[in-house]
């Protein structure tokens, strides 16, 4: 795959070629080598999940709906507000990766506020709106957090996602998306965008790390405050 030229080891030898004492150029050594990884091989070394938002964490559909505001002098005119529809489940994953160690975030080319109101209530810790080229927070985010492609996940639907799956060290497609986009994933979820499919990289991420049970036994012990903490459904205000 395309993304094995972003390797940290190929980085590390720059555009001169380095070459091992067989004559092999050393970025061509590591593009052999992490082509025989399996997909719980790049599972296991992941830190940071990314998530596009419509189509992945929602089915997709968006909502324009008139909303009545009344001005200052008393006139009520109309405000369109956009909204979407998101899944329990997901939700309840986001919880298991913090178990779990893991940080999390969404990276989409829309902006909305029920995004913003979604990301607060899970506490995601990377929010990009009007993001449309992600491979530019991918970068921010890596310098940020001190952590290689190798340990971040992408979990998208359509072709704008594919530069950061290309890249990344876990590329995963919703059961739904664009088939260019499930032929150039590791791993395929089982359920649609907006049904589960967050939750079922999670999960796969966990199982392949040895602790999704852990997670799961942690997410219900009355004295873990995470659970407690996440998804509460009031944007992260517990006022």
């Known amino acids: 795959m395309y993304d094995l030229v972003y390797n940290s080891a190929y980085r590390t030898s720059g555009p001169h070629r380095q070459r091992h004492s067989d004559g092999w150029p050393v970025y061509a050594l590591v593009r052999i080598t992490s082509m025989t990884l399996s997909a719980q091989d790049r599972a296991r070394r992941i830190k940071i999940i990314l ?29 369109m507000l956009e909204a979407k529809g998101y899944n329990a489940h997901d ?4 919880t298991l ?40 927070p991918v970068r921010e985010i890596m310098e940020r957090e001190g952590v290689t492609l190798d340990e971040i996940a992408f979990v998208g639907d359509d072709v704008i996602d594919l530069p ?18 499930k032929a150039e994933a590791h791993y395929v979820t089982a359920h649609n965008g907006g049904e589960g499919a967050g939750r079922d990289a999670i999960e796969f991420i966990l199982e ?16 873990n405050p995470i659970t407690a903490a996440i998804d509460i459904g009031k944007g992260g205000d517990l006022k």
């Open 164 to 181: 950061v799956m290309r890249a990344c060290g876990l590329a995963v497609a919703v059961a739904n998306a664009r088939e260019q986009v």
């Open 51 to 79: 998530f596009d938002v419509d189509g992945v964490l929602t089915n997709g559909g968006i909502w324009i709906i008139p909303v009545p505001v009344t001005g200052p002098d008393g006139s009520v005119m109309t405000k």
């Open 208 to 223: 392949a790390k040895g602790v999704l049970k852990q997670c799961h036994e942690a997410m219900i012990d009355e004295g």
């Open 97 to 136: 990766a913090r178990l779990g160690g893991m940080k999390l975030g969404i990276i989409t080319k829309r902006i909305s506020e029920t995004v913003a109101l979604r990301a607060r209530d899970l506490k995601l810790e990377f929010v990009y709106q009007g993001e449309a080229f992600k491979m530019r």
């Open 91 to 94: 939700g309840a994953g986001v």
